[in-house]
């Protein structure tokens, strides 16, 4: 097995600064480097056409441009992307940009190899946990994308919703959101960050801390102990006795409310008592409901509820006086719908 080489997007503004100084060049270098990655989508050291060509050789000789390396992209009927990436180790990621309208795309990136959570209706954890992605890994996934859109599209939002448990990963995954956040780097708003998890109480608490305001959104799928056990396994460790006072916290150290998002499955946790449960639990909590309807997956026969159950179950929630969207599921038609993501061409 090769070493893990040094990535581009590894690299701070510091360490690129470090890494100019290492070459006998002014620091002031740094920036017009970093803007190429992250801003002038370069998809190559040559590129970079007002860089000299000795320092560019330099730089390619030192670090590896890209962590990602396109082996499928795949369009969806309602023009969502999803690529099948290789990484150095020969494993794979898979990553989707969604659109959202006027050019605008959300991109939604993996933070792992595999999942370790193992809730039984996704197909991201199917084969188990391999490994946590890299800082570069996470940036490259979307700047993979940034530069295969093109100069039009936008990326307007990244969410954390491929594979993986986001808050498992937490040091990668959130010098990999300073780095897409900052001016030097991919200058989104952290407002525009999500971080979805399963309910990793420890990181939800870790990241109140934090100064940069990412969104939190749980995947919460069942509002009772015994339900969430099955659903999502994690909950025997992390019940909602722990994760709701954790949200909570949250949302008073961000100032942002929480998204709780919640996938029906048919005669599972679509009843209107799951409902009236669901907004009893979340009564004190300034947060936003988003329900989504379960999509297929390999090995689980779980099935989405009727639209009049769903209309009927949103319905219910609104009437208690909880904000609430049905989320639209993009890219269903190639596999690249909420929990339909696979780390591998298994
Ligand atoms: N591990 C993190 C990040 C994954 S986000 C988390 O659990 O939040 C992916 C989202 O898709 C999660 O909300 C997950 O529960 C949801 N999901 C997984 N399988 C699904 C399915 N078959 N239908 C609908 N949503 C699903």
């Known amino acids: 097995m090769p070493n893990r080489p040094t990535f581009l997007t590894d690299l701070s503004l510091k360490d690129a600064e470090g890494l100019m100084r290492s070459f006998n060049e002014s620091a002031w270098r740094a920036k017009p480097l970093l803007a190429w990655v992250y801003q002038k989508r370069a998809g190559s050291f040559d590129d970079m056409t007002d860089l000299p060509k000795l320092l560019r050789e330099k730089l390619s000789a030192a670090v590896t441009f890209s962590s990602v390396a396109e082996l499928e992209v795949q369009e969806s009927r309602d023009g969502t992307l999803k690529a099948l990436l290789e990484l150095w180790d020969g494993r794979s990621i898979e990553a989707a940009a969604i659109p959202s309208f006027k050019g605008q795309y959300t991109v939604c990136v993996s933070s792992q190899v595999g999942c370790a959570i193992g809730c039984p209706f ?6 188990g946990y391999e490994r946590n992605l890299g800082i570069a890994e996470i940036c490259d996934q979307v700047l993979f994308f940034a530069e295969r859109l093109g100069g039009d599209a936008a990326i307007s939002n990244i969410v954390f919703m491929g594979i993986g448990e986001p808050l498992v990963n937490y040091l990668d995954v959130l010098l990999a959101s300073e780095r897409l956040n900052a001016p030097w780097g991919f200058g989104l708003g952290a407002r525009n960050i999500t971080i979805s998890t399963a309910g990793y109480v420890p990181g939800i608490e870790k990241l109140s801390k ?34 709701i006072p954790a949200c909570d916290a949250y949302v008073k150290a961000s100032g942002r409310r929480v998204t709780f998002e919640y996938a029906l499955f048919a005669g599972i946790n679509d009843s209107l008592e799951q409902a009236r449960q669901l907004a009893y639990l979340l009564r004190e909590l300034n947060c936003h409901i988003n329900l989504i309807a379960a999509n297929p997956t390999i090995g689980c026969d779980w099935q989405s509820p009727t639209s009049e159950i769903i209309e009927a179950f949103k319905a219910e929630l609104m009437r208690l006086n909880k904000a609430v969207t049905l989320r639209k599921s993009f890219g269903r038609d190639i596999k690249a719908a909420c929990g339909q993501l696979k780390n591998n061409r298994r």
């Open 210 to 243: 934090e100064k940069l305001q990412l969104g939190l959104a749980v995947s919460l799928h069942a509002a009772d102990n015994a339900l969430r056990n099955r659903l999502v396994p994690l909950n025997r460790k992390y019940s909602l006795d722990k994760l």
């Open 122 to 127: 996704c197909a991201s954890g199917k084969y």
